[in-house]
DNA sequence: TGAATATTTGCAAACGTTTGCAGGGTTGCT
DNA sequence: AGCAACCCTGCAAACGTTTGCAAATATTCA
């Protein structure tokens, strides 16, 4: 065996060293066209394919036959923890099924998810998955009318044709505030999220109509709305509330990470958590359970829903365009000890 | 302007339309040849290249060139928080230099490692930046001699001429170790990390020099080794040492999921952190200070090495072979409450 | 002015596949 | 035996670029 392997073997190679033509050797290769061939030559060529290692070349194939096997992962911010399993979830099934994924990391920005939708178009995804939708977003609105099959996960837009894999966000909250209800809160703040990306505005809203179905009015002057899902956001509007001064006895934070943030708040205002407020988060991400309190919050099944969303998006890719639908997955209420029942005062 | 934009736009579009050879327009797109082509025919080629939003077709240029223009990482767990910072870094400054990054998760297993690596390779990525490596590792050893250049990140291998992005473990664990002498501590026991990766292996070894600088012999029977660098191993590991009714006053974990395995065990043990046994863990990864109690440990700024690593590659992509040299960080110590002075028995 | 040289563009052959079409050889059927 | 039907394989034209070489034109210089 040569140590100088100069070039890598191609599939005229193996076509000569068998005398046959280069396209006998490319049907044998392609399960679809295998048939073709008769099976002593079709072992033949297998041979010879395994002997000299020959490995197709996947730009000739992707120029002739316009797939790339390659698909895209469009997520807002790799760090928070919410998306690792989901792009785990999205790599193993699409690893499975032979195609590989390309990361984009968008920094939460507009501008930059514009810019990286582009790239990916023109890396010629086979499909998108993406993350980072806004509640109106033209990038997506004006690419859904393209060629490129694409779903939609955690978030979503306005438009409920679009394809997507979320959960339960009304029925997630309606759990955290019926557990709150039955504690005995009856004054619960919101600390809510940004309001351009589905799943905090869905939680506000949900807020409000589960506070109205547990008899409870829900007060203006307790709805605080964050920039972003980060925790300095959440302490901001957290302390606001404390500063201002307030009278609740919980808070219901749109996510984890301000649920951390209006945790240190109460720390900062010399209150104890849940004995004075209680407070709950929202997608029990990695290690919430190890902070102090032990944070309760409502479980979505991240790494299953990376997975739906490839599947999904597979069926798309294989022109099965019918089988469209959407997913809502029902989360769980997942109780800890950042919430207790109401002080008595 | 048609909505009906059937199949892409050429380089022979674009020079039909001006009635030139599609030569002319390819060199005028292309940097190291623009300065072939008068300056006027280049405006009005640009012009034309802008009207009719021609896109190369990458898998052409790909095709022809054999660039890429990919790069492939290579990561052992994505759910680890240690490593998204790193995807980060990596794919910042890869983007930013016309690079595509393309993830594989090996799930820390060296067979799925092997598949990646090899369709990393079957894709033609330019080159590989490799969090997955272990210390003695023939897939990355056999592919040194290989035509695509990688570099490691956080892990490294045996052989010292592998460029890599390390942190300087024996310094880090000489903080602890003299952190924990400081305050008293004598009998200090390792939950070392598996000893098939180098920063695991590294910081074993760095253990037992430091405790020897600092005046202390290291006892064999409070070293415990697991097999991997997880929660429960940590506190399979910690709870071995409690359950034999060892003696000792401070545990060095070798990093900071074995430390919160460690806490969960000195609970489940009745013992109180840090007033009966000081923790400590390594790379200080997000959370942790929000953990009860906070957790002493080494900062390793990881989205910067991400982006190091990055550079390094780059440089060898673009033939600066000679640019090689490894790079190891000086981390820093973080002191917060899982540490505290011996406690006077 | 004429030859040598420099500048600009066109030509055509790749790069490694896939695939419609056609031809040659077997087989089956009447 | 003759014809149709089939099965297998080869042929050649793509796919959209890049690039060495040649040709044509423009410039320089003595």
């Known amino acids: 065996m040569s140590t100088m392997k100069r070039t890598r073997v191609t599939l005229r190679d193996v076509a000569r060293r068998l005398d046959v033509h280069p396209s006998t050797v ?24 395994e002997d000299m290692g020959y490995r197709p ?17 469009l997520i807002p911010d790799i760090t928070d923890p919410l998306f690792p399993p989901i792009i785990q979830g ?85 759990l955290i505030v019926s557990h709150l209800a039955a504690l005995g809160h009856r004054r619960i703040a919101h600390i809510a999220g940004p309001q351009d990306v589905s799943t905090a505005r869905v939680r506000h809203r949900a807020f409000e109509v589960a506070m109205r179905k547990a008899g409870l009015e829900p007060d203006p002057a307790l709805i605080q709305i964050c920039c972003s ?30 649920a951390i943030g209006c945790l240190d708040a109460v720390k900062l205002f010399g209150k104890r958590c849940p004995e004075d407020i209680s407070v709950t988060g929202y997608n029990d991400m990695p290690f919430v359970d190890k902070i102090q309190p032990p944070l309760t919050t409502v479980r979505i099944p991240h790494d299953e829903m990376g997975a739906m969303a490839a599947r999904l998006l597979l069926k798309r890719i294989e022109g099965d365009a019918t089988a469209s639908g959407s997913i809502a997955i029902r989360p769980e209420l997942v109780v800890r000890e950042s919430t207790g029942p109401v002080p008595t005062a």
């Open 26 to 49: 490319s049907r044998v290769l392609n399960p679809r066209t295998r048939s073709m061939v008769a099976d002593a030559m079709a072992e033949r060529v297998m041979e010879a394919v």
């Open 57 to 73: 070349n996947p730009f000739a194939y992707s120029l002739k036959t316009n797939r790339s096997f390659i698909i895209g992962v």
């Open 90 to 174: 999205v790599e193993r099934t699409m690893a499975a099924a032979g195609y590989t994924t390309i990361l984009a990391d968008t920094d939460n920005d507009p501008e930059r998810q514009r810019v990286n939708f582009d790239i990916m178009r023109e890396r010629q995804v086979d499909g998108l998955i993406i993350a980072t939708a806004r509640y109106e977003d033209p990038v997506i609105e004006e690419a859904r009318s393209g060629d490129i099959p694409m779903i939609l996960v955690i978030r979503t837009i306005a438009d409920p044709e679009m394809p997507c894999v979320i959960n339960d966000d009304a029925h997630g909250i309606g």
């Open 229 to 258: 899902f980060a925790e300095d956001e959440g302490r901001g509007a957290a302390s606001d509330l404390l500063e201002r001064g307030e009278k609740f006895t919980a808070m219901v934070a749109a996510n984890d990470l301000l």
